[in-house]
């Protein structure tokens, strides 16, 4: 209940009703996702001898980012305010010429629902409730950019109160809104896989360094995006784990040939998660990149980076290709269209699990022309024989399930805030 009040004044209070699947977090706030319906009263006491006309219930939505700009020959930074609003969706209601507030209390109910909010205005998809300090708070890895930057994505609720064109009571409550996915986000376009400094899921093939057995020889490696991370309505992953396919493959120098010797027969691997936050107070019509960013001297971009963890394999199960051998299977096809093919060459497949670890609040990918989140996971190879290293950094979509709420993993939720 939220309410504006001063003494003989008129008051506006606002209820909301978490519906049924609803989540209601240990501070009684109630988290809306996108697929379910806003529903709850606007209540106004009017003093005695007031007189009501009609009542207005505002559902808004609003992207604010305010960014540092340092203006040339100035020595004083200034602060750059940009807005976006996502939703303006009104509710209004008429008193009966004979209206009578019972005991000077008025009872408006209103229900809202996102999908069809959503549809009204220019908003393709609605973002999740974000807020920077809180991403400060549960990020104690966060780095950004030159260049000081804040943001935010509200969602209120605003009920008002008239008599004519005089405003009588007025009050405005924040909600907690999550984006739901009823299926799956389609992969990234492969085109957009290869972005400077960003995401490429195929390594550039290095020579081999030291050892003279395996002077010469090149290393690559490959992978597919990995399908979407499912989370629960507190920001934590459904799932522990991401499954990640993984190819390596070793050519020759000189297509020269591949004894046991020249094989490695292990690899260790560093992983972790990286997450970015664009701000782009020009208002991008495009889905962010470091490149833009880069070339944008407004734009900011904030990097978490956590989950770090350190694995080492053996290698085996090598396959050695050259003219006329058998069939190759989808996965070494696709990494050949990718990398090239070479006459003599030997594959191995290495299938990786990287670990989410669950009291790490993540917030689902999205996009808007002020702010956008993305996410990926990067991983450092090294094999024994070579003193390089090669890297991949895998785009990893994140979604809220529109499924029922995972009871359990709230508690968990609740229990970790509390500690």
Not at 20 to 26: A, L
Not at 73 to 94: C, F, I, N, Y
Not at 319 to 343: D, H, I, K, M, V
Request: hydrophobic letters at 35%; one cysteine or more; proline letters at 7%.
């Amino acid at each position: 209940m939220f309410s504006f009040k001063k003494k003989h004044q008129s008051v506006a209070e606002i209820h909301l009703t978490a519906q049924d699947g609803g989540v209601i977090t240990e501070s009684g706030e109630i988290v809306h996702r996108s697929n379910e319906d806003i529903v709850g009263n606007a209540v106004f006491k009017l003093r005695q001898g007031e007189r009501f006309t009609h009542s207005k219930v505002l559902l808004r939505g609003i992207v604010t980012t305010t960014t540092e700009t340092s203006p040339s020959g100035s020595l004083q930074p200034r602060w750059r305010t940009e807005k976006l609003p996502l939703l303006a969706v009104a509710v209004q209601s008429k008193a009966q010429p004979d209206f009578r507030a019972e005991n000077g209390i008025i009872n408006i109910p209103f229900r809202f629902n996102l999908d069809e909010c959503k549809r009204s205005s220019d908003v393709q998809d609605l973002p999740p409730s974000v807020d920077w300090k809180q991403d400060t708070k549960w990020w104690s890895s966060l780095k950004q950019s030159d260049g000081a930057a804040q943001y935010s994505i509200d969602y209120s609720i605003t009920a008002s109160a008239c008599c004519e064109s005089k405003l009588i009571a007025s009050t405005t409550r924040k909600l907690s809104v999550l984006p739901v996915a009823e299926e799956q986000p389609p992969p990234y376009d492969p085109n957009s896989l290869s972005r400077p400094g960003e995401y490429f899921t195929v390594s550039s093939p290095r020579p081999s360094k030291a050892r003279r057995r395996t002077a010469g020889h090149q290393f690559q490696v490959a992978a597919q995006e990995p399908s979407p991370l499912r989370l629960d309505v507190s920001g934590h992953t459904l799932q522990t784990s991401v499954a990640i396919p993984l190819v390596i493959k070793l050519t020759p120098q000189d297509n020269g040939d591949l004894d046991e010797k020249s094989i490695p027969a292990q690899c260790s691997l560093k992983a972790q998660l990286v997450t970015r936050t664009f701000i782009t107070p020009n208002h991008s019509r495009t889905i962010p990149t470091m490149e833009r960013i880069a070339a944008d001297e407004d734009a900011r971009v904030r990097t978490m980076r956590n989950n770090e963890q350190s694995f080492t394999f053996s290698l085996s199960g090598w396959q050695q290709y050259g003219e006329g051998t058998a069939q190759r299977t989808s996965t070494q096809r696709a990494f050949l269209t990718n990398t090239g093919t070479s006459e003599h060459f030997a594959i191995t497949r290495l299938p990786f699990l990287f670990n989410i670890d669950s009291p790490t609040r993540l917030s689902p990918t999205f996009f808007t022309p002020l702010l956008s989140r993305q996410h990926a996971i990067e991983l450092k190879f090294t094999f024994l024989q070579s003193s390089r290293t090669l890297e991949l950094s895998l785009p990893l979509q994140a979604v809220h399930e529109a499924g029922p709420v995972d009871v359990s993993m709230r508690k968990q939720f609740l229990q970790t805030e509390t500690k």
